[in-house]
């Protein structure tokens, strides 16, 4: 694992969303830039930007139209040069977003691709060889080529080429992922990144990085343990290319995978970090959303059966028995990322209160992990499920403004109407939050110092839990230190016997004669 990965905790911010520098009801990278003592204060050392590149906005900025561009809602390249000087300047990484499985369709490779004439963008996406072809999902007839193109999510996102799984003799258009006409494609994607880590960038998240070798996809929902390398030899080819050319030149650089499978990611593929969401067992056990039949329905909000559900039904079994297996499977070459939330799922605080909220940062930030921090996540900040805008659909709830203020706009822009609208729970801000020493801000901000404080609390240090229902037990130990962490997020009191040396941090717990009472939404870190 990266060195710095050991102690780093990231925030991961949607740009359009953060902080509208010239008032044109959207959020940009001076906004960021501005704002870059505030995220100093919170105590992370790396923050991830989702696309900032030229994009036509038909999925939230994951269909890019120029790699080298930076879209004009968010200002300039020099803005990011400035930007990056910000955060060195306050020990802060930077890491941009790279979606390197499709483009736009506006991108000019694309407009040259679907040219009937043959050019040297031809064989840049997956086209069939001609439109009468037929084959799941392909788009057809919408252009000059003799051809119909694969969509790699959505339809304005044509599906680039990295080659296919195996060959296929009725298919000649598959073509095997070590052909030749696919090396200038890989190169591109060489250049674009080198050309940001030359700028002083220090990494990439890549996005749906398990899928760009067709038919060989590299996720497998059925059996998340899978550790067989079957139908991964092109992407582990491919990302072996790409990777190994960069990591020969650029050191300590971090790429973070979006797969969802770390051992396939990280242990395989050559990644450092990959995530776990809130859609994909187990991670899911602890908080997910589930959609009820009405937005009225709690259901919708939380899952009776999650472990951070308050009747204290669920377990973290699962969860733990994956990340051992994770741990082991990884060994030191990088380890998964258990995010607060991201810009695709449905939002962590929402319907929770502010002390379970609580519990769950002081789970997150002490668990043997590389943790994220989705921006707003720190204020509570809930999903708003009336919103669909940019191909966000109900992801859009998790993308509204950050709110800075309890004023007009709760601070984020100066223009009257908002490109995203703010929320209107006043609680729910950074200027209220300052003022309260056991706000959900000052915790997470307190958690991250503990964090840093306790070697222990490091992403390579051990784990071992000792119980996973109400409450968890869990000890992290770097040999020289050992720090217990104890959560209790149902609504009952629970006793418990402890040996411990000094309390780091409790919340709704007291201990008296070796024993802890654990209230309802409680937690405690305690050195042992
Ligand atoms: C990733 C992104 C998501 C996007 C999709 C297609 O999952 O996180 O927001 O819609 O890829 O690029």
């Known amino acids: 694992m990266l060195n710095w990965l050991d102690s780093a905790v990231f925030y991961q911010i949607y740009p359009i969303s953060f902080f509208d520098s010239n008032g044109d009801g959207m959020g940009d990278l001076k906004g960021i830039e501005l704002k870059a003592d505030y995220i100093k204060s919170l105590g992370v050392n790396a923050v991830w930007l989702n696309p900032i590149f030229k994009s036509p906005f038909k999925d939230g900025g994951y269909d890019v139209s120029d790699y080298l561009a930076i879209d004009k809602r968010f200002g300039s390249m020099d803005d990011l040069v400035s930007l990056i000087k910000a955060f060195k ?14 483009t736009s369709d506006k991108h000019e490779w694309f407009k040259k691709s679907a040219k009937a004439k043959r050019n040297e963008y031809s064989d840049y996406y997956v086209w ?8 799941p999902g392909i788009v057809r007839g919408l252009y000059y080529r003799d051809g119909s193109y694969l969509p790699n999510y959505y339809a304005s996102q044509p599906a680039l080429n ?34 940001y880590l030359d700028l002083g960038v220090d990494g990439f998240r890549v996005d749906m990085a398990g899928s760009i070798v067709k038919e060989g996809w590299g ?8 550790d067989a390398e079957d139908g991964l030899q092109g992407v582990k080819w491919v990302w072996n290319e790409i990777l190994g050319a960069l990591r020969k030149e650029y050191k300590d650089k971090v790429f973070i995978a979006e797969w969802v499978m770390p051992q396939r990611s990280v242990k395989t593929c050559g990644f450092d970090l990959d995530f776990l969401t809130h859609d994909t067992p187990p991670f899911n056990s602890l908080y997910r959303y589930e959609k009820g039949t009405n937005l009225e329905d709690t259901d919708y909000f939380v899952r009776g059966d999650n472990y951070f559900s308050p009747n204290g039904k669920g377990s973290l079994e699962d969860f733990v028995s994956y990340a051992e297996y994770l741990y082991k499977a990884l060994g030191d070459k990088g380890l998964f990322i258990a995010p607060t939330g991201t810009h695709d799922e449905v939002r962590m605080p929402t319907g929770k209160s502010p002390d379970m909220i609580k519990t769950i940062f002081a789970f997150l930030l002490t668990v043997k992990q590389v943790p994220f921090i989705y921006y707003g996540d720190e204020i509570g900040l809930e999903h708003d499920f009336t919103l669909s805008k940019d191909g966000g659909g109900v992801r859009t709830g998790a993308r509204t403004p950050m709110q800075w203020t309890d ?8 223009r009257k109407l908002t490109y995203l609208p703010t929320s209107y729970k006043k609680e729910q801000s950074v200027e209220s939050q300052e003022q309260d020493a056991n706000s959900i801000l000052n915790t997470v901000r307190e958690l991250i110092k503990i964090r840093k404080q306790y070697p222990a609390l490091n992403a390579s240090s051990n784990q071992t839990f000792i119980e996973k229902g109400y409450p968890a037990v869990f000890e992290r130990s770097n040999g020289e230190q050992t720090v217990i962490v104890i959560v209790n997020p149902s609504n009952q009191t629970l006793k418990k016997k402890v040996s411990y040396s000094n309390v780091i941090k409790m919340q709704n717990a007291e201990i008296s004669d070796g024993e802890i009472t654990l209230n309802a939404q409680s937690f405690a870190i305690l050195l042992k």
């Open 89 to 102: 300047a306050r020990g802060i990484k930077v890491v941009l977003d790279l979606v390197i499985g499709h």
């Open 128 to 135: 069939t060889n001609s439109v009468f072809e037929n084959y």
């Open 162 to 195: 990295f080659g296919f799984e195996n060959v296929d003799e009725n298919c000649p258009w598959k073509m095997h992922y070590t052909d030749e006409r696919l090396k200038p494609l890989r190169q591109e994607f060489i250049n674009i990144m080198r050309y």
């Open 219 to 226: 996720f497998d929902g059925s059996n998340l343990c899978n």
């Open 407 to 414: 004023g007009k706009n709760r601070g984020f822009s100066a």
